[in-house]
């Protein structure tokens, strides 16, 4: 059986600084060492949606490359919040996630609506969180870097994606991102999913529940798990170190 | 900031004391086998107008090089261009290019009555200090390199990189020299109401020709310029066009002659920044710039610290490639001109988020011999997503050094080691180069 998913990953040129081509890289790998076939569908201003997706993903940008696709999000609104009404996952890192949020606060005062589609708010603050960062989720210890000034403010009822064990997280209520059923927004960055090989299994396996087929990671995952595995450990041995900055 | 004090005479008795007291200090840090900024910082201390006093006697003034990447390498290719006309310069020793680390260069080359012998002053300026720096040493020309996505735990922002580049800019009190090619950079006329027709400074732009930046694999990499509807350049004629490139070279246009100049190290980045240290030796030297002076300065120059030297490493030799940035790694890649017999990629804290080796088309490389420094995991971790083959993992520098002279000579009998800045540094010293960059 060849089975085929596809991803849609928004603006990766725009919302895209951070690594996060690296996202879809680590379930590409995964996906397809598990003998699926892998469909990216890279979305850019003026394109269609497709209709069936299995997985939506964007990333991080500076707040000009926000404002720059703004306008473009917007119009998709109501495609988005389909897939949503049809429980495809998103997976959603730093401002590419505030824009999914309820609204994004900016230093002036001023406010930018977000679709709506996860349960949170952003406010950006002067206090700037640059480090590594830990968090345990329920699918396991997820370790990153998060760079960002922002406090995210999860609504009363939504759960976070994780308890933070170092850095600064959603800088609320020591709780790192937001977890709304099979959605995950977040702030830690590296990027995160090559670096967690178990929260990327842990997507894949939403993906798989909703498609209705078996996913067990792939043997020919060792190198990715063990330089990952590896790569961790230095990240959480060096979590308290502090970066200095101008 | 003081208000410069020394305005009138421009050097005498009143600076010996704080001038001999710098020294003094500096002579002390030396000792101890480290530079240092605090000598500097000790004499503007106790004679605020003294750096403005010192540069304020040079005839062609002082030329700040800013930008994400290159400024080393373009201050040191404009200096040479400008020693090639019989100029005598005063520069900063690349990486000191923090104010406290230029106040302590001027301090070291200056008499103790606070005179330098230079005709004019090539300053490197780390861009968040540069427009602070301005109002203590005012620039006559500000040359900025490009706009590059760098250090965002530190800049936040990239296009606040580029306002603290373009106000800087706006102080020069003659020419503002710029690249056209740079989306944020190339608009800086906007800035001015008559869009530069008639007022100083005067704005002059360097470039590449359209086909050679087409036919770079990755461009030149210059950040979108998001905030402006027109993401991309703005076009405008340019002074000096870089217009073919070759392994040994490039061909750049100069107000109406063709210069041929061998570059010091590779790449497309390297041809462009010549361009831009010509087009600013030609704005500043008006008539006397020539064009033979030029090429026979850039004929003779050696590459800038750690920017593609070659070092003796037993019977072989390392060829350094350093990047601090996606931008200056992705550049360095595309100069390869094929994959690399023997490579070592390293990456230390010094750079604290490397996530954006995830946009780097690591397609130059074949394989990877030894993968070091305290990010090594992550960057097997990266290349093992590609399927580059990585033939050892050896976080400690040392260890992954061995590693690499174990290995039989190359055919070339150069083994590439592309590293950041501070791996560049420990690894110098490694293999027996101990003078550190600001000490040269």
Redesign the interface.
């Known amino acids: 059986m060849n089975t085929t998913v596809t991803i849609v990953q928004l603006y990766p040129?725009?919302l895209?600084?951070?690594?996060?081509?690296?996202n879809v890289?680590?379930l590409r790998?995964r996906l397809e060492h598990a003998g699926l076939t892998v469909s990216v569908v890279e979305h850019h201003i003026g394109n269609e949606l497709p209709t069936d997706v299995d997985l939506v993903v964007v990333g991080n940008?500076?707040?000009?490359?926000m404002?720059?696709v703004y306008d473009d999000l917007v119009s998709l609104g109501d495609r988005l919040r389909a897939y949503r009404a049809a429980d495809v996952p998103v997976f959603a890192y730093g401002s590419g996630a505030e824009l999914l949020g309820r609204s994004i606060t900016l230093l002036d005062g001023s406010t930018l609506d977000g679709l709506g589609i996860l349960p949170f708010r952003a406010t950006r603050i002067p206090e700037?969180s640059?480090?590594y960062v830990i968090v345990d989720t329920p699918f396991g210890q997820v370790v990153g870097?998060e760079?960002n000034?922002s406090r995210w403010s999860l609504d009363s009822k939504a759960k976070p994606l994780g308890i933070l064990e170092a850095g600064t997280g959603n800088s609320e209520g020591a709780v790192e991102g937001v977890l709304d059923g099979t959605s995950i927004g977040t702030q830690v960055?590296?990027?995160v999913l090559?670096?967690n090989p178990l929260l990327t299994d842990a997507i894949i396996a939403s993906i798989a529940a909703r498609r209705g087929f078996d996913y067990a990671p792939a043997q020919t995952n060792a190198?990715?798990d063990r330089?990952?595995a590896?790569?961790r450990?230095?990240i959480a041995a060096?979590a308290k170190?502090v970066?200095s900055?101008? | 900031m003081s208000k410069p004090t020394g305005r009138g005479k421009p050097s005498g008795l009143k600076y010996f004391v704080p001038v001999v007291l710098g020294k003094t200090v500096r002579a002390f840090a030396k000792l101890r086998g480290g530079g240092s900024a605090f000598p500097g910082y000790v004499t503007t201390k106790l004679a605020p107008g003294f750096l403005e006093d010192v540069t304020g006697q040079f005839e062609y003034g002082i030329v700040y090089v800013l930008g994400s990447n290159g400024k080393s390498t373009t201050t040191h290719m404009l200096t040479e261009v400008l020693r090639g006309h019989g100029l005598r310069v005063f520069t900063n020793p690349s990486g000191a290019n923090l104010p406290q680390g230029i106040a302590s260069s001027i301090l070291a080359e200056s008499s103790v009555l606070g005179r330098l012998d230079a005709d004019i002053g090539v300053l490197e300026v780390d861009e968040a200090f540069a427009l602070e720096f301005a109002a203590t040493v005012p620039p006559s020309t500000v040359l900025v390199l490009n706009t590059q996505v760098d250090q965002l735990y530190r800049f936040y922002e990239t296009e606040r990189v580029a306002d603290m580049m373009l106000d800087t800019a706006q102080q020069a009190r003659q020419h503002i020299v710029t690249n056209r090619e740079d989306p944020y950079l190339s608009k800086i006329a906007r800035r001015y109401p008559d869009g530069d027709a008639t007022t100083a400074p005067d704005i002059s732009y360097f470039g590449a020709s359209a086909e050679l930046i087409a036919g770079a694999p990755h461009g030149l990499f210059n950040a979108k310029d998001y905030r402006d509807a027109a993401i991309e350049p703005e076009h405008h004629d340019a002074l000096a066009e870089l217009v073919a490139t070759d392994r040994a070279g490039a061909t750049i246009d100069v107000a109406g002659a063709t210069i041929d100049v061998t570059l010091p190290a590779k790449g497309l980045h390297y041809a462009i920044d010549a361009a831009a240290a010509l087009a600013t030796a030609a704005v500043i030297l008006g008539d006397r710039f020539d064009a033979a002076s030029s090429a026979a300065a850039f004929a003779a120059m050696k590459p800038a610290y750690g920017r593609g030297e070659l070092l003796d490493f037993g019977n072989e030799q390392v060829e350094f490639v350093m990047f601090k940035n996606a931008a200056s790694l992705q550049l360095n890649l595309d100069a390869l001109p094929e994959p690399p017999e023997q490579v070592l990629l390293a990456i230390d804290e010094g750079t604290p988020d490397i996530s954006w080796i995830y946009d780097i088309d690591f397609a130059a490389l074949d394989h990877v011999d030894v993968v070091t420094g305290a990010k090594a995991w992550q960057i097997a971790l990266r290349l093992e997503h590609e399927g580059i083959a990585i033939g050892a993992v050896e976080p400690d520098l040392k260890k992954a050094i061995e590693l690499m002279r174990a290995l039989p000579k190359p055919s070339t009998g150069l083994k590439t080691w592309i590293v950041n800045y501070e791996i560049m540094m420990l690894a110098r010293k490694q293999i027996g180069f101990l003078e550190l960059e600001n000490q040269r």
């Open positions: 040129d725009e895209g600084v951070a690594g996060d081509r690296g890289m680590a790998a940008g500076p707040l000009s490359a404002r720059n700037r640059v480090g870097f760079d000034a960055g590296g990027p090559p670096l190198d990715l330089f990952a590896r790569a450990e230095v060096n170190h970066f900055r101008i």
